[in-house]
Every structure is written in structure tokens, then in C-alpha cells.
């Protein structure tokens, strides 16, 4: 028997105990989740997908993103793809992918459609994202640099889960579902930098829910394919590490360490913006700016003069210029040709060094700023740095209320405190 498979279906399928600390992350994250769907909802992207979706006229079981309602298979498309249409979403650095994306529109699909408490919906999608963290882990980094998208990969199973669970499989079930899954996760790396990124968010939550669909019906699949010659693992490039990927299972929730962004660029350039938000950097006292990565990161988001909007999601120099300048990096729309072109940020660009450093972690960042007064300050951040939970709590809302305005995520926030049922918030995919 496939221990992994074996191991999380059984997971999955069983009661779980979670702490209030688990539970308000998790909300944290179904709220930051639906701020930036609905703020990205009329992104290109997001347009043709949902287009695409609504011409077919299918059967309205659950609501979109930007308006509407299509079958389950084709919301959670729909859902997931515009979710990661800003890529603002959550991130979890220990399999480098992001869990809400995938599992999220799979599981408030299908508890909507079948009229379910959000209760439900909140522990389905909180063992999902569990789920496919460890699988994440299981695969290793060798997965992800061999070109594979863990968001989409890793996240299809956990998408399949979390559905599975809202349809109160059993262990066997979980593990049919777990096998079928393996031969529809897919997601490449290829796809960044354009529609197709986000597109892969979609397929995961998609690809996740019509496997549990098949296998409610009665759908059998070999239940064992993640591991072994010719699975999932060996086909993909994973290490098969199974005692990371199992280590706690069921007592500790690696989900609780996922990171919420702040500020609507790369992840990469996150350490070095709070850095610089430590030192609170004005542009008229710089006389320079040096900043040490991980070289990881010298290759994704190092562009030296971007002179478009999604250019400078992917550029130190021109980010912390934007920063030093009061421009609010938390904002889509302060990214844009015009900040780019902007004098201004283009002479403090100019002042502004960017290093590669193999002593740094792939979540640090260090800056060294000279002010023109002759003092030299210094700041490092790491972005796995414990943040209290009050401290989170007022970002992620602070966030949610620029995106979708104050009331709105306070309306949410409320909700997912007190309970409702998962329609309610289905509703409030649209402004």
C-alpha cells in the first residue's frame, strides 16, 4: 500500500483539531483570498476565462469572480484562475506554491452548491491547503526546479481533498481520489509571465474537483500513483520525501506558516520592501541604497530599468524607489508605466545596488542605506520571522480594505468570525 496516499487520505477523511490560532489564519486567508479575486476580477485574464465559462450557459451552482454563476467544475476554473490574476495571493515557501488559490474555489464550490455552513467550507479548505503542502514537501525542491508549478501541481490534490471531505469521503475514497488526481495535476513553471500562470491555479481547483465529482459517482482509479516507478513522484522529478511530508500529519499544521503579501509584486522582492519599511527610507535622504538576495531571486525579479507595470512587479531597484517615493506598494494600480516613468524614481533607481548573497536565505533580504548626511543604516528581514497574530490580523484586514474598501472586508471579516453559510460568502465574490 502507498504510504503517503494511505497516510493523508486517512488524514483527510478523519475529524481534525484545530486551535483559535489555526482557525483565524485560515480566515485570514479566505479573506485576503476573496480581496484579491475580486480585485483582480477585471483583469485580461480573468475576462477571457470567465467569458469562456459563461457562453457555455451551463447550470448555475456557484457564483464567480466578477459576476455570474457556472457548474462546479467550471466555477472553480474560473475562481482560481482570477484569483491568481494579480498574484497577490497567499504563499507557502515550504513547497513554494500557493495553497488558497487551488483549494479555495474547489471547496466553496461545492459547499455552496450543496447549501453547506462556512464551518464546513473553512475545514475543508484548511486540510486541502494541509494536503497539498505535504505533497509539496514530499516532491522537494527538485519538483519545482525541474520546471513543474507546485500551485497547480501540489494543489490539485489538495483541491480534490477538500471537495472529497464537503462529500464526507472515507479513507478509500480519499485515496481513489488521491490516485485519480495524479493523472491530471499538471503545471508548469514555462507559463510565468503570462495568462498561463494564473491559468494553472485554475486547472488545479478544477482538475481537483472533477476527480472527487468521478469518484462520488463511483469512478475507480489505481489509488496507488503517487508513489512507485511509474508515479506521480518518479514521472515529476520528486524526491519522495516521505518523513518530511508526514512529520506531524494530523497534530501540526504546516498551513499556519503560509505568508500573505503585502505588496503587489513578486514575493521575491517582499524581504527587501519590509526592510525598507523598517527604516522608513525618504527619497531625499538617499545617497545610495545597496540590497543583498538570495541569487534565487537575481533571475525573477532583478530587472534593472522595467519600463512597464508588471516590469516593475519583478524589480528591486524600481520597488524600493517606489517605496522611498510614498508610492503604496499594497496598490495594483501603483505599478504602471507612468511610475516608471517618472523622474524620480527613475534618479533613485539609479542609486540603488542589487547583490546576490548565498548567505541569505531565500526569505531574507539586507539593505544597507547612506543617507546624504554620511550615516549609514542597516536593516535585514526575513519573511519567516515570527509575526504575532494581532500583527497579521491588521494587515491582511488593512489589505483586504484597500482592495475591496473598508466596509466590505469588515463584512467578511465579520462573517467568517460568526458564521453564515458558504452561499453568503459565494455572494460576496462580486462588489
Given at each position: 500500500m502507498n504510504d503517503l496516499t494511505h497516510s493523508?487520505?486517512?488524514?483527510?477523511?478523519?475529524?481534525?483539531?484545530?486551535?483559535?490560532?489555526?482557525?483565524?489564519?485560515?480566515?485570514?486567508?479566505?479573506?485576503?483570498?476573496?480581496?484579491?479575486?475580486?480585485?483582480?476580477?477585471?483583469?485580461?485574464?480573468?475576462?477571457?476565462?470567465?467569458?469562456?465559462?459563461?457562453?457555455?450557459n451551463g447550470a448555475a451552482q456557484a457564483h464567480l469572480f466578477g459576476g455570474g454563476a457556472a457548474p462546479l467544475r467550471a466555477a472553480a476554473l474560473v475562481n482560481g484562475t482570477v484569483s491568481h490574476a494579480l498574484d497577490y495571493d497567499d504563499t507557502h515557501f515550504a513547497h513554494i506554491g500557493h495553497p488558497s488559490v487551488a483549494v479555495m474555489p474547489a471547496a466553496l464550490a461545492v459547499t455552496e452548491w450543496d447549501d453547506r455552513i462556512l464551518v464546513?467550507?473553512?475545514?475543508?479548505?484548511?486540510?486541502?491547503?494541509?494536503v497539498s503542502i505535504r505533497i509539496g514537501l514530499w516532491?522537494?525542491?527538485?519538483?519545482?526546479?525541474?520546471?513543474?508549478?507546485?500551485?497547480?501541481?501540489?494543489?490539485?490534490?489538495?483541491?480534490?481533498?477538500?471537495?472529497?471531505?464537503?462529500?464526507?469521503?472515507?479513507?478509500?475514497?480519499?485515496?481513489?481520489?488521491?490516485?485519480?488526481?495524479?493523472?491530471?495535476?499538471?503545471?508548469?513553471?514555462?507559463?510565468?509571465?503570462?495568462?498561463?500562470?494564473?491559468?494553472?491555479?485554475?486547472?488545479?481547483?478544477?482538475?481537483?474537483?472533477?476527480?472527487?465529482?468521478?469518484?462520488?459517482?463511483g469512478f475507480e482509479a489505481n489509488a496507488d500513483v503517487l508513489e512507485g516507478q511509474y508515479g506521480f513522484g518518479a514521472t515529476h522529478q520528486g524526491v519522495a520525501d516521505l518523513k518530511t511530508a508526514l512529520d506531524g500529519l494530523g497534530e501540526d499544521w504546516l498551513f499556519e506558516a503560509v505568508s500573505h503579501k503585502f505588496h503587489a509584486c513578486c514575493h521575491g522582492l517582499h524581504a527587501a520592501l519590509e526592510a525598507a519599511r523598517e527604516m522608513d527610507i525618504a527619497e531625499p535622504e538617499v545617497a545610495e541604497i545597496k540590497i543583498r538576495t538570495h541569487?534565487?531571486?537575481?533571475?525573477?525579479?532583478?530587472?534593472?530599468?522595467?519600463?512597464?507595470?508588471?516590469?516593475?512587479?519583478?524589480?528591486?531597484?524600481?520597488?524600493?524607489?517606489?517605496?522611498?517615493?510614498?508610492?503604496?506598494?499594497?496598490?495594483?494600480?501603483?505599478?504602471?508605466?507612468?511610475?516608471?516613468?517618472?523622474?524620480?524614481?527613475?534618479?533613485?533607481?539609479?542609486?540603488?545596488?542589487v547583490e546576490a548573497d548565498d548567505t541569505l536565505s531565500e526569505t531574507q533580504a539586507h539593505l544597507s542605506l547612506l543617507r546624504r548626511d554620511g550615516v549609514r543604516r542597516e536593516s535585514l528581514h526575513d519573511l519567516l520571522a515570527p509575526m504575532s497574530l494581532a500583527d497579521r490580523e491588521d494587515r491582511v484586514r488593512g489589505k483586504a480594505a484597500k482592495l475591496i474598501g473598508r466596509d466590505e472586508a469588515d463584512a467578511i471579516w465579520s462573517m467568517l468570525r460568526t458564521g453564515g453559510r458558504a452561499r453568503d460568502l459565494a455572494n460576496r465574490l462580486v462588489d
Open positions: 493523508l487520505a486517512a488524514f483527510a477523511a478523519s475529524p481534525v483539531t484545530t486551535s483559535a490560532q489555526t482557525r483565524i489564519v485560515t480566515s485570514l486567508s479566505v479573506l485576503d483570498w476573496v480581496a484579491v479575486g475580486r480585485a483582480g476580477a477585471t483583469e485580461p485574464v480573468s475576462n477571457v476565462i470567465r467569458d469562456m465559462v459563461l457562453a457555455e464546513d467550507f473553512l475545514e475543508a479548505a484548511l486540510v486541502g491547503m494541509e516532491l522537494g525542491r527538485a519538483h519545482y526546479q525541474a520546471g513543474f508549478h507546485q500551485t497547480a501541481t501540489s494543489g490539485a490534490f489538495g483541491a480534490a481533498v477538500a471537495a472529497g471531505r464537503v462529500f464526507g469521503f472515507d479513507t478509500d475514497q480519499m485515496r481513489n481520489v488521491l490516485g485519480l488526481t495524479a493523472t491530471r495535476a499538471a503545471g508548469m513553471k514555462a507559463q510565468f509571465g503570462t495568462m498561463g500562470k494564473p491559468y494553472n491555479a485554475g486547472l488545479a481547483a478544477s482538475a481537483g474537483l472533477e476527480a472527487a465529482l468521478l469518484v462520488q459517482r541569487p534565487r531571486w537575481m533571475s525573477v525579479c532583478n530587472q534593472m530599468s522595467p519600463t512597464s507595470g508588471l516590469g516593475a512587479k519583478f524589480s528591486y531597484r524600481t520597488v524600493i524607489a517606489m517605496q522611498s517615493l510614498g508610492y503604496d506598494t499594497a496598490l495594483p494600480d501603483s505599478y504602471s508605466k507612468k511610475t516608471c516613468a517618472n523622474p524620480r524614481i527613475q534618479s533613485l533607481r539609479d542609486r540603488i545596488t
